[in-house]
Structure formats: structure tokens, C-alpha cells
């Protein structure tokens, strides 16, 4: 969660050395961006119903990334201070309107290099964290995770406990099939096309982007479906519909859906968030 902001940090000093004066508006754009994170953040957190024990690794991991923040930290005022002595260097040779010297060209080099070892560090951190949290959570809070939409109001079904035992379950499906069964002919097509296109809208969104080929799949597998359920006796549907609805039902969550090397997923994102340790610790605190 902080890592946006670190390197933020770094991308505003740097372009902006040239200024005296602070900026008000940006402290308190910060501000509010800084409380919105975190208001995000616990959320989704509410929303996961953690276990005491999930609780304790939980924290276990924050207090890592927390080390982490602390360490890329320094190494950024030692980045800014070199920086701001290359600038002076290069502004002082440009004055003079002399030939870049070598030892000047030499240390632009060694400062962009110094900024991708400091940004690679901070993220295959993160990345190897997320790891870890994932391990921590089970298959329904991950559902539930891939899910979430970061806002400031959740929605009122995001805080209802029973949903991190209902995520990816079949039983939504089985309503759409229940209503493709009885479906008069002259609404079904109609209705197949349109669930289709929701369905793929949908698996493409929190799953992966499709091939023609794959699509074309998804949409054979979808409307065999719908037809098994149209051919079949009320009673027959009723024995099946949950074994359909399992076809077409899909996969588990992806969270590495489109991911870049070492970055981080919705996941790492929210939940990285450090300033919600002293949450934890309370929440810890009470559940003893």
C-alpha cells in the first residue's frame, strides 16, 4: 500500500527541487489519500472475518513489510541527498555552458541505477509478502477478495459474515438455471445471448482474457448447459441443477490475473497497508 507512495515521494522531490515553499494542498491531498487507503483497507478486512490466529500472522507479515518501509526509507534520503548533489553538479556545468564532464555523465548513470535497486527491492519484498498472506487466507476469503471493489461504503452484502462461506458457490447459478428452465421459448434465446455476454464480461474481468477459440468454448459449455436444464423433467431438474450449475461455474479465483513480475495483486494492494497494525494489535488485544 505504501509502496506507491514511497516511490511518489521520491518522483515529487526530485522534480521539485527547484521549489522553496511547501505546497499546502499537497500535504492535504496526501492526507486524504493516505486516510481513503486506509478506509479501504479495513473493508475488506471486515469483510474476511480473520480468525485470531489469521490475526497473528496477519500482524506477523505487516511488521515484515513494516521493516521493509523502514529500510527503503533511509535508503531514500541517502537517494535524494546524492541526487540533489548530482543536480547542483549538473546545474553548475550547464551554467558554465561547458561539456558535460565525465564523472558527471558517470554519476546519472549510478543514480538510475541506484533507483531501480531500490524500487526491485521494495517490490519483490511486497510480492514475497503477498505470498504469505495468501497462504493465510482460505479459498472462500480469497474469492471474496478478488471480488472486492475498493471503496470508502461497502456494499451491505460485503459485511455479512455468511459470505465468506457462500463465495464462489454454485448456488447463484442455480437460480439462473432454475429461471432458464422454466423460460418460455420466446424469451430463451433472447435471454441465452444476454446471459452470455454478462458471463463473459465477468470471467474475462476477474479471471483472464479469452482466445476466440477459449470463448467460443465458454459460450458451447454455457448454452449445453441451458439446454440439459430446458430438456429436463421438473423433477430431473431438480435432482441436477446443482451438478449443472457446477459446469458452468467459474474457476476459482485468479488473483495473478494479467500480473507483472514482482507486482502486486489487489491483494498485496489493500491489505499491505502498515498503518493498520495498531488496529490489529487491538483487535488481538480483545479477542483475548
Known sequence: ??????????????????????????IIDQDVKKLKQDIVSLNLINGLYLSKSQLEQYLCVLNKAKNSENQVQ????????????????LKSELINNTTLSDNTLKDSGESHRQEIRLKDYYEQSFYEYEQELKAILN????????????????????????????ANDSKKFEKILERVHKMPANQYYQFRNHSFNRYL????????DLSPQEEANVKAR???????????????FELQ????????????????????????????????NTNLIPVIEQRLRQAN
Open 1 to 26: 500500500m505504501k509502496k506507491t507512495f514511497i516511490l511518489a515521494v521520491l518522483i515529487v522531490f526530485i522534480t521539485s527541487i527547484h521549489s522553496v515553499n511547501v505546497d499546502a494542498k499537497v
Open 201 to 208: 464480461d465477468k470471467y474475462e474481468k476477474h479471471f483472464k
Open 222 to 236: 454455457l448454452y449445453n448447459v441451458f439446454e440439459k436444464a430446458r430438456s429436463l423433467s421438473d423433477v430431473d
Open 139 to 166: 479459498e472462500n476469503q480469497l474469492e471474496i477478495v478478488n471480488s472486492f471493489t475498493p471503496c470508502l461504503i461497502p456494499k451491505n452484502d460485503f459485511i455479512n459474515p455468511s459470505r465468506v462461506g457462500q
Open 241 to 272: 441443477k446443482g451438478s449443472l450449475a457446477e459446469i458452468i461455474k467459474p474457476p476459482k479465483h485468479n488473483l495473478d490475473k494479467n500480473r507483472k513480475k514482482n507486482q502486486l495483486s489487489l491483494l498485496g494492494k489493500v491489505m499491505l
Open 74 to 89: 533511509n535508503q531514500v534520503q541517502s537517494f535524494i541527498n546524492n541526487k540533489l548533489k548530482y543536480y547542483k553538479k
